[in-house]
Each structure stands twice: as structure tokens, then as C-alpha cells.
């Protein structure tokens, strides 16, 4: 979605185009009709960051889009090729900031986090998927033998039973395997230990 500045190029050449056609036309300038431009502008680009903010995930609206809502935190769990970790089930939590026109995923683990650098939402064969690249970094207690690496995950966007993400990741450094969600909370919860102790459903 367009940010601040491209919104106020927008407001300013509304007004400009409404000055400059009235001074074609009359030959006056007309305040008042580039005055209406700016707030008739105003009003939609208004409008349209609310859409892209907020709107699309209301209930009665988002029948009308394909787009998933993912918005929240969402109890996950991961298996790992890693192999201190190998044959364990790991805690984690996605929490995914989301608009209508971009997408940020971050997980938090109980020692590490992950960043995203890249999101997208795109269908294929019928299936939506997540799609993003992520850094990740152990806390600074915990960083021997797992230094800083990029990785990307693929998950899939499944509604039934009820909607959950599933899928691969990979790490630069040669270690992968799977995350599955489990529950979801609408709040962003951006610490492992709020997310542990919120409910998920």
C-alpha cells in the first residue's frame, strides 16, 4: 500500500490538476474547486489505507477476497534436522503482522527468534501459500553452536478442519524441516513467554 509521501503527492496533484483545469477553462483560479479536490482526495486515500489496514478483516467483508486473515499469533510446532534437537518436538510461535497488502512473519522460540525479510501470499494450483525468507538469531545466552543464519519457509494455507498453516524450511547452513500451527491468538504477542501463557483456539 502507498506510504505517506505518495499520499501526499496524491492530495497535492489532486488540487493541482482542479486549479490548473479551471484556469484552462475560465480563466480564474478557482480555490474553492481545488479546496473540494483536496478533501474528496483526502477522503479516499483515507478510505483506502483503512481498507488496507483494517477493514478487509471484518467478518462481513472478508467473504469477498480470497485472502486468508492470518493476523495474530499462532502456536506452532517444529521438527528439526538440527541435531542437538533432532528428535524433538519444538515450542514455537509465529506471530504475523498482516495488511491487506503485505505480510510480516516473525517466530519466537524460548532461546531465538527469527525475523522475516520477505512475505508474500500467492496461490498456486488452487492452494494459497506463505511464502517468506527469514534471519534468525539465538539470545546472546544461547548463541554457541547456533550462530545468526538466513532461511526461507514455504506453508501451506489450509481452512479445514479450521484454518492452519503447515509446511518446510530451510537454513543456509543446511538444517530443515517442518512447522505446523496448532492455534491461533488474535493479539500480537511478541515475547515467548506471553505467548506461552496466552490461549490459543
Same mark, same amino acid.
Not at 511464502?131 to 548463541?143: E, F, K, M, P, V
Not at 526461507?152 to 479445514?160: K, M, S
Given at each position: 500500500?502507498?506510504?505517506?509521501?505518495?499520499?501526499?503527492?496524491?492530495?497535492?496533484?489532486?488540487?493541482?490538476?482542479?486549479?490548473?483545469?479551471?484556469?484552462?477553462?475560465?480563466?480564474?483560479?478557482?480555490?474553492?474547486?481545488?479546496?473540494?479536490?483536496?478533501?474528496?482526495?483526502?477522503?479516499?486515500?483515507?478510505?483506502?489505507?483503512?481498507?488496507?489496514?483494517?477493514?478487509?478483516?471484518?467478518?462481513?467483508?472478508?467473504?469477498?477476497?480470497?485472502?486468508?486473515?492470518? $493476523?495474530?499469533?499462532?502456536?506452532?510446532?517444529?521438527?528439526?534436522?538440527?541435531?542437538?534437537?533432532?528428535?524433538?518436538?519444538?515450542?514455537?510461535?509465529?506471530?504475523?503482522?498482516?495488511?491487506?497488502?503485505?505480510?510480516?512473519?516473525?517466530?519466537?522460540?524460548?532461546?531465538?527468534?527469527?525475523?522475516?525479510?520477505?512475505?508474500?501470499?500467492?496461490?498456486?494450483?488452487?492452494?494459497?501459500?506463505?511464502? $517468506?525468507?527469514?534471519?534468525?538469531?539465538?539470545?546472546?545466552?544461547?548463541?554457541?553452536?547456533?550462530?545468526?543464519?538466513?532461511?526461507?519457509?514455504?506453508?501451506?494455507?489450509?481452512?479445514?478442519?479450521?484454518?492452519?498453516?503447515?509446511?518446510?524450511?530451510?537454513?543456509?547452513?543446511?538444517?530443515?524441516?517442518?512447522?505446523?500451527?496448532?492455534?491461533?491468538?488474535?493479539?500480537?504477542?511478541?515475547?515467548?513467554?506471553?505467548?506461552?501463557?496466552?490461549?490459543?483456539?
Amino acid at each position: 500500500m502507498p506510504g505517506p509521501t505518495w499520499i501526499r503527492v496524491t492530495i497535492a496533484t489532486a488540487a493541482f490538476v482542479a486549479l490548473v483545469s479551471t484556469w484552462l477553462n475560465t480563466g480564474t483560479w478557482d480555490v474553492q474547486s481545488a479546496r473540494l479536490a483536496i478533501s474528496t482526495s483526502s477522503t479516499v486515500t483515507i478510505l483506502l489505507l483503512a481498507y488496507d489496514r483494517l477493514i478487509w478483516r471484518w467478518p462481513l467483508i472478508r467473504g469477498l477476497t480470497p485472502r486468508p486473515v492470518l $493476523y495474530g499469533t499462532w502456536k506452532a510446532e517444529l521438527r528439526t534436522s538440527f541435531a542437538p534437537r533432532a528428535n524433538e518436538i519444538v515450542e514455537c510461535y509465529l506471530t504475523i503482522r498482516q495488511t491487506y497488502s503485505s505480510i510480516q512473519v516473525d517466530m519466537v522460540f524460548e532461546h531465538s527468534r527469527s525475523f522475516s525479510l520477505s512475505a508474500a501470499l500467492a496461490e498456486q494450483d488452487g492452494r494459497v501459500q506463505l511464502s $517468506y525468507t527469514y534471519r534468525s538469531q539465538g539470545d546472546a545466552l544461547h548463541q554457541d553452536g547456533n550462530p545468526p543464519s538466513r532461511g526461507a519457509a514455504v506453508l501451506i494455507i489450509a481452512r479445514e478442519p479450521s484454518l492452519h498453516l503447515e509446511g518446510d524450511y530451510w537454513m543456509e547452513r543446511g538444517t530443515k524441516g517442518t512447522i505446523r500451527t496448532l492455534g491461533h491468538n488474535p493479539t500480537l504477542l511478541e515475547s515467548f513467554t506471553a505467548a506461552r501463557g496466552a490461549r490459543f483456539s
